[in-house]
T-cell receptor, first 113, second 115 residues
Framework: NAGVTQTPKFQVLKTGQSMTLQCAQDMNHEYMSWYRQDPGMGLRLIHYSVGAGITDQGEVPNGYNVSRSTTEDFPLRLLSAAPSQTSVYFC????????????FGPGTRLTVL | AQSVTQLDSQVPVFEEAPVELRCNYSSSVSVYLFWYVQYPNQGLQLLLKYLSGSTLVKGINGFEAEFNKSQTSFHLRKPSVHISDTAEYFCAVSDITDSNYQLIWGAGTKLIIKP
C-alpha cells in the first residue's frame, strides 16, 4: 500500500514551459486535491475532485488545470509556467464523508525561472 | 468567509518543557477542526481532529487540543516536548455545511526544540 505518490520530487522550469505533476493514490479514495504551500501562507487549495469525472476550483486555480479520469489519478497541469508558481505542491486524498483524514503525498518542489 | 489564524509563526521551547500552539478561527458557525504536522521535507499527517463530543481531543505523539467555541479557538498542547517534535504544525478548519469538504488552513507554526 503506497498511499499517495507524487512525481517528480523536484522540477525546474523556464517561464512559459508547461508540465504535468502526477499524483496517484491506491486507497480507493473518492476525494483528491492539490495544494500549494508557500512560506508564511500555509496551504492553499488549487483544485479538487470528489470522484472520477468531477473536478472543481479551489482558492487559487488560475494557471492550473486538472482532470480525473480514474479514481486513482489526479494530475495537475501547469499551462504556461510563471515565476509566481514557484512553490511546493502537495496532493492529498481522503474518503468522502465525515471529514475524514486527508493523506498527503511527499510533495513536488517546483522552481520557475 | 472562514479564516484561520495561528498566532505564532515560530515557538522555541526547551526539551521536556510544555508547549502550547495557538489557533483561532473566524466564524462561529459549526466547524470541524484539525491539527496536522509536517516533519522536515515530508508531507502533512493528521495529529488530531475535533468533529463532535468532548471538547478535549487527544492525538498522536502525546498531543492534545481543546475546542473552545466561545473563544473560537483550538489550541494544541503537549506537556513535555521531545527533540523529535521539531516540525511545522498546521491548524485547519472546515464548515460542517460544506459539502465539498474543503479545509481552510492556518499559516503554520514552527516548533523549535532547544536542547
Amino acid at each position: 500500500n503506497a498511499g499517495v505518490t507524487q512525481t517528480p520530487k523536484f522540477q525546474v522550469l523556464k517561464t512559459g514551459q508547461s508540465m504535468t505533476l502526477q499524483c496517484a493514490q491506491d486507497m480507493n479514495h473518492e476525494y483528491m486535491s492539490w495544494y500549494r504551500q508557500d512560506p508564511g501562507m500555509g496551504l492553499r487549495l488549487i483544485h479538487y475532485s470528489v470522484g472520477a469525472g468531477i473536478t472543481d476550483q479551489g482558492e487559487v486555480p488560475n494557471g492550473y488545470n486538472v482532470s480525473r479520469s480514474t479514481t486513482e489519478d489526479f494530475p495537475l497541469r501547469l499551462l504556461s509556467a510563471a515565476p509566481s508558481q514557484t512553490s511546493v505542491y502537495f496532493c492529498a486524498s481522503s474518503r468522502l464523508g465525515d471529514f475524514d483524514e486527508q493523506f498527503f503525498g511527499p510533495g513536488t518542489r517546483l522552481t520557475v525561472l | 468567509a472562514q479564516s484561520v489564524t495561528q498566532l505564532d509563526s515560530q515557538v522555541p521551547v526547551f526539551e521536556e518543557a510544555p508547549v502550547e500552539l495557538r489557533c483561532n478561527y473566524s466564524s462561529s458557525v459549526s466547524v470541524y477542526l484539525f491539527w496536522y504536522v509536517q516533519y522536515p521535507n515530508q508531507g502533512l499527517q493528521l495529529l488530531l481532529k475535533y468533529l463532535s463530543g468532548s471538547t478535549l481531543v487527544k492525538g498522536i505523539n502525546g498531543f492534545e487540543a481543546e475546542f473552545n467555541k466561545s473563544q473560537t479557538s483550538f489550541h494544541l498542547r503537549k506537556p513535555s516536548v521531545h527533540i523529535s517534535d521539531t516540525a511545522e504544525y498546521f491548524c485547519a478548519v472546515s464548515d460542517i455545511t460544506d459539502s465539498n469538504y474543503q479545509l481552510i488552513w492556518g499559516a503554520g507554526t514552527k516548533l523549535i526544540i532547544k536542547p
